[in-house]
């Protein structure tokens, strides 16, 4: 076997973006050819890797699946660089293994796909990354539901929730999709957050502008207003019916939200 000089799997290295050890046995495969090992890496898909994985993803799908009886939902969300490729029929197989994946054996199967998944994206010329995944088992008396937003599938939500129809839950989810609130009740809110969020608005020229009095009192309504009608579901306007807050929403039918999650593809 040649002797294989540090420069030149630095070389090499530089060339393809490869990880050093790979481009060390690739060299020592080929008796330090360099255009030969350039090509056994492009045909394990190492090459240019390193560079592709810097590419952000802002296309991709968002796909979910649901247990019939409502008790156990997965969602994923699988990224790429472009439109095309999101469409692509080796993509869309890929992202479908990930969600059977993930339904089988939870969000941690996701590692035992990596290397097909940069196999993938050598063979496809792209930056493929799994931007979310995602399993809920339903508690006692709940049940599990989802939304991707149509047609392009790039947001999606999986919800759980305790009472209310599949009605509402889906359209709780709709609303999540659309809104993106952070958390689900203000006690899930950390206190330090509020915290930082009461001391900004206190130092708004908006606010040190009016009698000192009546400050505390602006700061709160701001507080309401700005923040948690903002980051918090149960404070935010409803989307199906702008009279009403999420909460009340909840509350007419006896709901409850338990978790949920958010995954969107964007740049």
């Known amino acids: 076997m040649a002797e294989i000089s540090a420069a030149l799997v630095k070389e090499l290295r530089d060339q393809t973006g490869a990880p050093m050890m790979d481009c060390k046995r690739a060299l020592q495969e080929t008796n330090g050819d360099m255009e030969a090992a350039v090509r056994v890496l492009r045909e394990k898909g190492i090459a240019g890797a390193a560079k592709r994985a810097e590419r952000e993803t802002p296309e991709g799908k968002v796909g979910y699946r649901l247990a019939e009886d409502g008790k156990r939902g997965t969602m994923v969300a699988v990224g790429c660089e472009t439109e095309p490729v999101s ?11 990930v969600l059977e994946a993930v339904e089988r054996e939870g969000p941690d199967a996701v590692e035992q796909l990596d290397q097909k998944r940069q196999e993938l994206a050598a063979k496809l010329g792209e930056n493929i990354v799994v931007a979310g995944a995602a399993r809920f088992e ?17 947001i999606g939500v999986l919800l759980q929730m305790r009472g209310g129809s599949d009605d509402l839950a889906r359209k709780i989810a709709m609303h999540i999709a659309a809104m993106r609130p952070s958390w689900i009740g203000r006690d899930d809110v950390p206190e330090e957050t509020i915290a930082q969020e009461r001391e900004i608005y206190a130092s ?7 009698p000192e009095q009546a400050r505390e009192k602006i700061v709160e309504g701001m507080l309401n207003k700005r ?41």
């Open 138 to 154: 339903a508690l006692d008396g709940a049940h599990v539901a989802a939304y991707a937003h149509p047609p392009r599938n790039k």
């Open 204 to 210: 708004t020229a908006e606010v040190q502008s009016k």
């Open 227 to 267: 923040f948690f009608g903002a980051e918090v579901l149960a404070d935010q306007e409803w989307i199906h019916d702008s009279s009403k807050k999420v909460g009340q929403a909840l509350a007419d039918e006896g709901a409850e939200v338990l978790e949920f999650e958010r995954f969107e593809l964007s740049g």
């Open 87 to 97: 469409n692509n029929e080796e993509f869309l197989a890929f992202a479908k293994k």
